[in-house]
């Protein structure tokens, strides 16, 4: 029996990353800090806290509330984009510790008629890789009829699958394109298929999955110069264009906060070619900061463009996400040191109730920002999750 498998009678654990604990003893201090099972105050290492509430919904220490789910659905990808993997060597989770259909179904399930999750994003790895995606999506739609269901994908394979994805309940895609040239995109993903990222796009909305954004992470010296370029080509297919500051969580550790190309760069590169606007709808909790995008002298709006800072301008305190990885383990922000593993107390028998409780204890745990009650990812004592992007789900 693995460490997985280990124990009948444990209840939720956090789980130090690569490690085999299996029980805590953590406690709240008067702060409201959690300690760690040695008693020593906060990060690294803050195991899981007591002091969450026992029903509702998934409140944090700092008062916010989780009602954003994110689910990965397998840590595999086709695609080796040089900021989120490593070109070769990427351990992959074993297929026994990838949730079944039926054990993602039942913890979405948990997480909106318990918890209050009122959006579901499906993403990886890359999810299409995943041959009984369109299953997972039915299962999850029959329980929650009304539920936004929305999927980050690289679109490779997409053309094929658009329709069925729609059919089984989707409602709409994130598709990751950082280029619009051939070379850049196989240099940038190491693998030469913009042209079939391009197919999926056109089949996603042939298909009605929209409104679909474009991701794009911006790299100095490879595709820095493309903002404008794709801005326009986005707004022209009626798509959404997002850039993503790159993050400290790529597989070959070698980002730098020198080469984040700043969101304030972005906006002032889109306003050499566009008129911004800030969008009066607001951004409430969502990541990306929103604009009106208007070619110049014109006043009908082309589009929308958003912009996701979460390393120059971070947005913590408003942040309303949770994520469960593909191997079923909590972790309540994409920094974070501590993963709540829920699948094993899943499978070791779990009522709802109980499942749903593990996942309070874990959410009240929640850390301010970027894995830690400290602010920042530059900052000096910044420690890089061991997992990286695409083994947690972005
Ligand atoms: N494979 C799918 C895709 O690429 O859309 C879904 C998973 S991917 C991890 C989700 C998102 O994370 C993508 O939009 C990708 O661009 C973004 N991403 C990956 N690594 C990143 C990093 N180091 N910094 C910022 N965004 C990153
Ligand atoms: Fe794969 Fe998405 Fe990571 Fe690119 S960003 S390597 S497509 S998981």
């Excluded at 980002?255 to 409430?284: C, H, K, Y």
Aim: net charge negative; proline share 6%.
């Amino acid at each position: 029996m693995d460490a997985e498998h280990a124990s009948a009678t444990r209840g939720p654990v956090a789980v130090p990353l690569s490690a085999t604990v299996t029980t805590s003893s953590a406690t709240m201090t008067a702060s409201g800090a959690p300690t760690t099972a040695s008693g020593a105050t906060g990060e690294p290492g803050a195991v899981r806290a007591t002091g969450a509430p026992r029903d509702g919904g998934l409140l944090d220490r700092f008062g916010r509330v989780a009602t954003d789910l994110r689910v990965s659905v397998i840590d595999k990808c086709n695609l080796r984009c040089t900021y989120c993997m490593p070109a070769d060597g990427m351990p992959w989770l074993p297929q026994t510790q990838l949730m079944s259909a039926d054990e993602i179904r039942r913890i979405v399930r948990v997480a909106v008629q318990s918890l209050g999750a009122e959006e579901l994003r499906i993403t990886g790895g890359e999810p299409l890789v995943r041959k009984d995606l369109e299953v997972i999506i039915a299962g999850i739609r029959e329980d929650n009829p009304d539920l936004p269901i929305s999927m980050t994908t690289n679109a490779v394979g997409l053309d094929r699958r658009a329709q069925a994805l729609k059919d089984a309940g989707l409602n709409r895609v994130n598709v990751s394109l950082d280029t619009l040239h051939p070379e850049t995109f196989a240099e940038l993903t190491r693998r030469p298929h913009l042209d079939k990222v391009l197919a999926g796009l056109q089949a996603a909305r042939a298909a009605g999955l929209g409104p679909i954004k474009i991701n794009a992470v911006l790299l100095r010296g490879i595709n820095d110069t493309e903002v404008v370029p794709l801005v326009d080509w986005a707004v022209s297919n009626g798509f959404e264009m997002r850039f993503i500051e790159d993050m400290p969580l790529d597989g070959d550790r070698s980002w730098s906060a020198t080469n984040v190309i700043p969101a304030r760069d972005i906006r002032a590169a889109i306003e050499e070619a566009f008129t911004l606007t800030a969008d009066p709808r607001g951004r409430g909790a969502a990541p990306a900061e929103r604009w009106e995008v208007r070619r110049p002298g014109e006043t009908a709006l082309a589009g929308h463009v958003g912009i996701i800072s979460s390393v120059t301008e971070p947005f913590c305190a408003a942040c309303s996400r949770t994520r469960v990885t593909a191997d079923g383990r909590i972790r309540s922000c994409l920094f974070s040191h501590e993963e709540t593993d829920l699948l094993t107390a899943l499978r070791d028998g779990a009522d709802d109730e109980g499942l749903a409780q593990i996942w309070r204890d874990a959410m009240w745990a929640k850390p301010r920002a970027h894995g830690s009650d400290r602010v920042g990812l530059a900052r000096a004592d910044f420690v890089q999750p061991e997992r990286t992007m695409s083994a947690i789900g972005g």
